[in-house]
Structure formats: structure tokens, C-alpha cells
């Protein structure tokens, strides 16, 4: 594969991993709503990632040459955001506008979307010092 291909792959994986850190940072600013449109709290999104086929010149050139026991890898996009359906947490918080009529507030599960956060930043920087190794 060219230096091209190469970028190609890079760059795909760069603007799916943006787009997962705002998919998060989303998440996070949403942990304490209560109330939306849809009704009922904040559901966290998550994303779901999808391999590429590889396409264009670069790679047409690279799979003249690669050989048969591999296949020229592709990049990666992110196919869709879906909404979590794990039941939401329940606080017992009695004088809260939005508490049932036993007391609790649901909430998006914080502990989960924080975690995810660590996780992500972690990842991101990892994938920065990596970049030019190889």
C-alpha cells in the first residue's frame, strides 16, 4: 500500500474517532437531565463503528500487488449512533419535579457514560502517540 492508502485509512479513523469523542462529551453534559422531548431522562448514545471497503486509486493499486493471504485493509466510518436501552438509574430524590410518585428520578446511567469517557480519552491519546510508530 502507498503512502496515499495509508492517509486514507488515518483519516477515516481520526474523523470516526471525532465523532465518537462528541457522541461522549454529549453523553456528558446530558448525565443529570431529567426531562427531554421524547419524555423521560437523557438516554446516552453510542456508537457504532463499520469497517470500509477499501476504494479509490490507492487501494485498487495495493490490491494489484498485496498478496493472496491477506486483504488490503480498509478504514473505518461510523455506521450509526443508537440510543441506549438499559434502564435508566433511579435516585430517591422525593422533592424533584420529576420524581414517580414513589420518590425516585431516573437518570442516565453516569457511572457507565464517565467510565466511557476515561475510556475514549485514553484511547484518543494512545492512537496520537502511535500515529507515527510503524
Do not use: C, W
Amino acid at each position: 500500500m502507498n503512502l496515499f492508502g495509508v492517509l486514507q485509512i488515518g483519516a477515516s479513523a481520526l474523523a470516526a474517532e471525532r465523532l465518537r469523542a462528541e457522541v461522549v462529551a454529549s453523553n456528558m453534559a446530558n448525565i443529570e437531565t431529567t426531562r427531554t422531548p421524547e419524555g423521560g431522562p437523557y438516554r446516552r448514545r453510542l456508537t457504532v463503528f463499520r469497517a470500509e471497503q477499501p476504494g479509490g486509486f490507492p487501494f485498487q493499486l495495493a490490491s494489484l500487488t498485496q498478496k493472496s493471504e491477506g486483504s488490503v485493509p480498509g478504514g473505518v466510518r461510523i455506521e450509526r449512533v443508537v440510543t441506549d436501552t438499559a434502564p435508566p438509574l433511579k435516585r430517591y430524590q422525593p422533592g424533584h419535579p420529576d420524581a414517580d410518585s414513589a420518590g425516585y428520578v431516573a437518570y442516565q446511567n453516569a457511572y457507565q457514560a464517565a467510565a466511557r469517557v476515561i475510556t475514549t480519552i485514553s484511547d484518543l491519546t494512545l492512537a496520537a502517540v502511535n500515529l507515527g510508530k510503524d
